[in-house]
């Protein structure tokens, strides 16, 4: 079985400011692929990022980037230069392969609310 | 269409009511996962389609909870004697094999049981 910890229910940030939001997981499998999703009050799910267990890089993707450090079992969120558009409810999750077509795990998720 | 399209976007229902919330996924793609999220709540896993292949049942909370999927393409979600406890976001995603881009979301269907 897989899980998802968030441990970061809220969070206010100040506009222009970085921002890590944390994610911790548990899995015994050896190949799996972690994701990142935005969702903003509108309640549609974006696709933020995605880094694979087996990928050496971190994964970028414009603003995000993917703090992925595999002993530890984090894959913390890091969004630069953050914009009031940017708040909203961030989720984590997981599936026990590195191609997306398995069931995602999802974490609690991270309320962030970006302070003008 | 270019995305997922999940039908109706508002369903309220009385309490032992039946419901069908209807998704058509993206042409081409897949699999198809179906997921509620309560209030306030991460999103719970129900069930999964991929290809041909037997689905995924796991997440599905009881019996009155069922889910068929057509020609590879739209799928049903039907809840038999709805209860208060159902009431919920139910979201529909789809992906295509073997990409690293993540699932493709519709908006959801909110349904209230009342």
């Known amino acids: 079985a897989q899980k998802i910890t968030q441990t970061q229910p809220g969070m206010f940030v100040q506009e222009k400011e970085a921002v890590t939001l944390d994610c911790t997981y548990d899995?015994?499998?050896?190949?799996?692929?972690l994701f990142w999703y935005k969702q903003p009050s509108s309640g549609e799910m974006i696709f933020l990022i995605y880094?694979?267990?087996?990928?050496?890089q971190n994964a970028t993707e414009g603003r995000y980037s993917l703090n992925f450090q595999k002993a530890r079992k984090s894959a913390n969120l890091v969004i630069s230069a953050s914009q009031l558009g940017d708040s909203a409810m961030y989720f984590c999750?997981?599936?026990?392969?590195?191609?997306?077509?398995?069931?995602?795990?999802f974490g609690t998720g991270t309320r962030l609310t970006i302070i003008p | 269409g270019a995305g997922v399209s999940q039908s109706p976007s508002n369903k309220v229902t009385e309490k032992g009511k039946d419901v069908e919330l209807r998704c058509d996924p993206i042409s081409g793609h897949t699999a198809l996962y179906w997921y509620r999220q309560s209030l306030g709540q991460g999103l719970e896993f129900l069930i999964y389609?991929?290809?041909?292949?037997?689905?995924?049942k796991s997440g599905l909370p009881s019996d009155r909870f069922s889910a068929e999927r057509t020609g590879g393409s739209v799928s049903t979600l039907t809840i038999q004697r709805t209860q208060q406890e159902d009431s919920a976001v139910y979201l529909c995603?789809?992906?295509?094999?073997?990409?690293?881009?993540?699932?493709?979301f519709g908006s959801g269907t909110r349904l209230t049981v009342v």
């Open positions: 995603a789809s992906s295509f094999r073997h990409t690293n881009y993540g699932y493709t």
């Open positions: 899995t015994s499998d050896q190949s799996y692929g």
């Open positions: 389609f991929q290809g041909n292949s037997a689905p995924d």
């Open positions: 999750a997981m599936t026990p392969h590195n191609f997306g077509n398995e069931k995602l795990t």
């Open positions: 880094q694979g267990s087996y990928d050496e």
